[in-house]
């Protein structure tokens, strides 16, 4: 069985209240059919750049909107699903819970992405093949894996080490990053009240309205009813 892969990217980690963390799931057999969607899109804009949320702009307007479209029409049809997690930061306390290191706390929120939410909801479709937008690191993705298998094991006794692969892949050549990019970066923006500022782009507005619309979510900072569960929201509260 080819198992599913799993594009996790962050957004708002630097100089904001609020991280997020999200992901997009998709069956490995289904990827081609999503390549081909979004190089459609890429043809009829004529996109050669690398897409995310950071470069919306009035002029790109239409074309991050079909881009975001191609993900809740394959939504609509089963096909990708997304989950995401919101951290508040100013309430990290790093030198009590991760010795000092922040990137211990980071790895501890990719946990609670990756065994919480899509290892609860995605246990039939392992084995799991994660992509993790690339990021300088001192930690091993080895031992991260590791960590992933045990906890998926301990808590929902789902054996045989699911987690096949973690690696990290360059956004700039994954149309799957780039679109997850686009989602949290709208959530991000969404719950640190960017679209309160007096300078707030416009496009932007646009943008994280019409994925709220798309999704039928009220509002992209607060977290999705239970009932919801293959579009989602988690404000975690940390202990």
């Given at each position: 069985m080819p198992g599913t892969a799993i594009f996790v990217d962050e957004s708002c980690k630097e100089k904001h209240q609020y991280l997020v963390l999200g992901g997009i799931i998709v069956?490995?057999?289904?990827i081609p059919e999503v390549l081909q969607a979004i190089s459609d899109v890429r043809e009829r804009f004529n996109l050669r750049r690398e897409m995310k949320w950071t470069k919306v702009s009035n002029g790109y307007l239409p074309a991050y909107r079909a881009f975001t479209d191609v993900f809740f029409e394959l939504h609509a049809r089963d096909i990708?699903?997304?989950?995401?997690?919101?951290?508040?930061?100013?309430?990290?306390?790093?030198p009590k819970f991760n010795s000092g290191d922040a990137e211990i706390g980071f790895s501890k929120f990719i946990y609670q992405l990756l065994v919480n939410k899509f290892g609860r909801l995605y246990a039939k479709y392992t084995?799991?093949?994660?992509?993790?937008?690339?990021?300088?690191?001192?930690?091993?993705?080895?031992?991260?894996?590791?960590?992933l298998n045990n906890g998926i094991a301990s808590r929902y006794n789902i054996?045989?080490?699911?987690?096949?692969?973690?690696?990290?892949?360059?956004?700039?050549?994954?149309?799957?990053?780039?679109?997850?990019?686009?989602?949290?970066?709208?959530?991000?923006?969404?719950?640190?009240?960017?679209?309160?500022?007096?300078?707030?782009?416009?496009?932007?507005?646009?943008?994280?309205?019409?994925?709220?619309?798309?999704?039928?979510?009220?509002?992209?900072g607060n977290t999705t009813p239970f009932s919801k569960k293959t579009f989602t929201i988690w404000n975690l509260r940390l202990q």
């Open positions: 069956t490995i057999d289904e990708l699903h997304f989950h995401s997690v919101i951290i508040d930061t100013h309430k990290l306390n790093h084995p799991y093949h994660v992509y993790l937008d690339k990021r300088e690191t001192t930690h091993s993705l080895d031992e991260l894996r590791s960590v054996s045989g080490r699911p987690y096949r692969r973690v690696q990290f892949r360059d956004s700039k050549q994954s149309e799957l990053l780039q679109l997850n990019d686009i989602l949290i970066g709208a959530i991000g923006a969404r719950k640190n009240g960017h679209h309160l500022k007096q300078n707030a782009s416009a496009a932007k507005i646009a943008l994280a309205d019409h994925i709220a619309a798309s999704a039928k979510i009220q509002h992209l």
